[in-house]
């Protein structure tokens, strides 16, 4: 397991808010001008003040709009119970982030009633301290349990930390494990894969029984290391949908070797089908646009 050494910050939130301040401020004042100017000025001006909103939309308002995505999978041919399952990825708590945002979280999962949660890893953004943001979580109570896997963030500071703050809570770790929970009379099959950036992924070869299976994993391209078979649905987030989406070109920039391929949304890679979240929080730009924070529902057949 590598573990990296920082000695600084990897983001200053409040070097990114000052500069996109700045920038409004200026497009605004141009724009505003250029308007009262007028004659040939005016399509200048009204560019730039439709630029400034969408500068102001995608910092400041899109990453603090929460949205659900429902999904409804059977995982056999004809499955005799249903369950509700929450999938979340991708919190990086951090003071954008903060125990405020993941209080309104906690109520809207909680609201959805859910009998299983499971979460994708990357809980914060390099610093493990900032996974005390995430204490509102705490007060989940699912049916069956609550089960995660770490993500690349998570390795950016001390992993060992943020798993056993997140254990501390009754959440179980399932990094490369395997398990069997029974569900409304039905056995189904569980796994959790490492992250392949900075972990040690290991993959189940072959199911001990025949039983509807998830796999857990944070990155989509551990869908290239499997195979067809080898599991019913593969749950993963890390790309963020590309946080920044645009209309027919999608997402312009995504941290993963399959690109677009698995951004978001369900998808068939490998033979597997697969569900990527958008996640809930923000690396890199602290934007989003067309791509809000997102929490997984799956009426899931078994």
């Known amino acids: 397991m590598k573990k990296l050494d920082l000695n600084k910050p990897l983001e200053t939130f409040a070097t990114f808010d000052i500069l996109m301040a700045a920038v409004f401020v200026v497009a605004l004042i141009v724009g505003v001008w250029s308007l009262a100017i007028g004659h040939w000025l005016f399509p200048i001006g009204l560019l730039l003040l439709v630029g400034d909103c969408l500068i102001a939309y995608g910092i400041w308002v899109a990453p603090k709009l929460l949205s659900t995505t429902k999904y409804r999978i059977a995982l056999t041919e004809n499955p005799t ?3 509700k399952v929450v999938f979340m990825a991708d919190l990086h708590a951090c003071k954008r ?7 309104g979280v906690a109520k809207a999962v909680k609201e ?3 009998d299983l949660v499971l979460l994708g890893g990357d809980y914060v953004v390099w610093d493990s301290r900032d996974a005390s943001h995430l204490n509102p979580l705490a007060e989940l109570e699912p049916r069956y349990g609550t089960y995660f896997v770490l993500g690349n963030h998570d390795y950016l500071g001390d992993p060992a930390a943020v798993s056993e703050r997140l254990r501390s809570w009754g959440w179980h770790d399932i990094t490369n494990s395997n398990l069997t929970l029974r569900m409304q009379g039905k056995d189904f099959g569980l796994s959790g894969v490492d992250e392949p950036l900075f972990g040690a992924p290991i993959y189940s070869e072959a199911r001990a029984y ?8 944070h990155n989509p391209d551990s869908v290239l290391d499997m195979h067809e078979g080898q599991t019913d649905l593969l749950l993963a987030g890390h790309a963020h949908g590309g946080q920044l989406r645009f209309p027919l070109v999608g997402s312009l920039f995504t941290p993963n070797r399959l690109g677009r391929k698995a951004d978001q949304g369900e998808k068939r890679i490998n033979g597997l089908r697969m569900v990527v979240t958008r996640g809930l929080g923000e690396v890199g730009i602290r934007a989003r646009f067309m791509c809000r924070p997102e929490i997984v529902v799956i009426d899931l057949g078994i």
Not at 97 to 103: I, T
Not at 210 to 217: G, K, M, N, S, Y
């Open 112 to 114: 959805l009633r859910p």
């Open 97 to 103: 982030k903060p125990a405020a945002w993941f209080s």
């Open 210 to 217: 025949r039983v509807p299976h998830v796999t857990l994993a």
């Open 81 to 83: 119970a249903w369950v």
